[in-house]
């Protein structure tokens, strides 16, 4: 994250600066990215709070590895255009009730807000007039490409809106992170941010924790090798490659020695008739490709270790 001087930051109760961090499409520490930021900022010496929607049996609050956790139910799309906007507005309203919250317990220094959507500038404007609150944008996902991965026939005025949306998002904040550095690009080029004011910030796993250990047979289903793939299952997420890619090893490669388990936080069946796969073709792998429900982050290491290829869409 930029570095802030200390003149410039707003300290809690034992001289302690806090940081607010939103995140609305997955709860919190579920998502890794966002959970291994907290805890760069807690070593750091920031008091950090999070705003997120609920995960299963989540409570309204509470604090985790000194973290608070202020959640939300979260509003389930039904897939229509206009579900999204729902959602969204439901989002930003649950965002906001949170934020007031959190902020009752003490002015924020930094209010860093990660997408998707695009839509909680406003929240960083009203913390700016009222706080002095300096803005980070976590750059996750492209909303416009989203869309139109989505709704591949759609209209084109919810794409500009969207386009809209994220450039006024990008010239907002403060400072913008960037997962990689075609998303950099685009803050600078579609956003017009300045190139100092875009940093890329990767993730990756902690090297403190991804350590081998015993290996787990069982996991591999009776074959000798098990490929595996770990994270969000979104249509735009090209989990449909994986699937293609296991038609090609067993039926075209003629491999009968591995197995392939996908692991997201969306059902198997939603990504994959959206991305347009013939399921006809997924059911001759039903033997060599599972797709049980997402692990947690205590249980995920244990397929890891057992598996020696991690898959990486790109």
Same mark, same amino acid.
């Given at each position: 994250?930029?570095?802030?001087?200390?003149?410039?930051?707003?300290?809690?109760? $034992? $001289?302690?600066?806090?940081?607010?961090?939103?995140?609305?499409?997955?709860?919190?520490?579920?998502?890794?990215?966002?959970?291994?930021?907290?805890?760069?900022?807690?070593?750091?010496?920031?008091?950090?709070?999070?705003?997120?929607?609920?995960?299963? @049996?989540?409570?309204?609050?509470?604090?985790?590895?000194?973290?608070? #956790?202020?959640?939300?139910?979260?509003?389930?799309?039904? $897939?229509?255009?206009?579900?999204?906007? *729902?959602?969204?507005?439901?989002?930003?309203?649950?965002?906001?009730?949170?934020?007031?919250?959190?902020?009752?317990?003490?002015?924020?220094?930094?209010?860093?807000?990660?997408?998707?959507?695009?839509?909680?500038?406003?929240?960083?404007?009203?913390?700016? *007039?009222?706080?002095?609150?300096?803005? *980070?944008? @976590?750059?996750?996902?492209?909303?416009?490409?989203?869309?139109?991965?989505?709704?591949?026939?759609?209209?084109?005025?919810?794409?500009?809106?969207?386009? /809209?949306?994220?450039?006024?998002?990008?010239? %907002?904040?403060?400072?913008?992170?960037?997962?990689?550095?075609?998303?950099?690009?685009?803050?600078?080029?579609?956003?017009?941010?300045?190139?100092?004011?875009? %940093?890329?910030?990767?993730?990756?796993?902690?090297?403190?924790?991804?350590?081998?250990?015993?290996?787990?047979?069982?996991?591999?289903? $009776?074959?000798?090798?098990? /490929?595996?793939?770990?994270?969000?299952?979104?249509?735009?997420?090209?989990?449909?490659?994986?699937?293609? /890619?296991?038609?090609?090893?067993?039926?075209?490669?003629?491999?009968?020695?591995?197995?392939?388990?996908?692991?997201?936080?969306?059902?198997?069946? %939603?990504?994959?008739?959206?991305?347009?796969?013939?399921?006809?073709?997924?059911?001759?792998?039903?033997?060599?490709?599972?797709?049980?429900?997402?692990?947690?982050?205590?249980?995920?290491?244990?397929?890891?270790?057992?598996?020696?290829?991690? #898959?990486?869409?790109?």
């Amino acid at each position: 994250m930029t570095a802030i001087p200390n003149h410039d930051l707003t300290r809690a109760r $034992g $001289g302690q600066r806090r940081v607010l961090t939103i995140v609305q499409n997955l709860p919190v520490p579920f998502d890794r990215r966002v959970w291994l930021e907290c805890q760069a900022l807690v070593s750091a010496g920031y008091l950090v709070a999070v705003v997120c929607p609920k995960g299963k @049996d989540d409570p309204s609050f509470e604090v985790i590895d000194d973290v608070q #956790l202020y959640k939300y139910r979260p509003y389930a799309p039904g $897939g229509s255009r206009l579900s999204f906007v *729902v959602e969204y507005l439901y989002s930003f309203t649950a965002t906001a009730w949170c934020t007031l919250k959190a902020r009752s317990k003490g002015r924020f220094a930094v209010f860093q807000a990660c997408n998707p959507p695009d839509i909680f500038w406003p929240i960083a404007l009203v913390l700016r *007039v009222v706080d002095r609150t300096k803005f *980070v944008f @976590d750059h996750h996902d492209l909303c416009p490409e989203l869309f139109q991965s989505r709704f591949r026939s759609g209209p084109s005025l919810p794409y500009r809106g969207l386009v /809209a949306l994220e450039r006024r998002t990008h010239r %907002t904040a403060d400072h913008v992170i960037s997962t990689n550095q075609s998303y950099r690009d685009i803050a600078i080029r579609r956003s017009g941010k300045a190139p100092a004011d875009v %940093t890329v910030v990767r993730s990756g796993p902690d090297p403190t924790k991804l350590v081998r250990g015993e290996a787990h047979p069982e996991l591999r289903r $009776g074959r000798k090798f098990l /490929a595996a793939y770990i994270g969000v299952m979104g249509p735009q997420d090209g989990v449909d490659i994986v699937v293609k /890619a296991a038609y090609i090893v067993v039926h075209e490669m003629k491999r009968d020695d591995i197995a392939f388990t996908l692991i997201g936080s969306e059902t198997a069946s %939603t990504s994959l008739s959206h991305s347009g796969t013939n399921l006809s073709s997924t059911v001759t792998l039903s033997s060599r490709v599972e797709f049980p429900t997402h692990l947690s982050s205590k249980s995920s290491p244990l397929l890891m270790l057992g598996c020696p290829q991690i #898959l990486r869409i790109r």
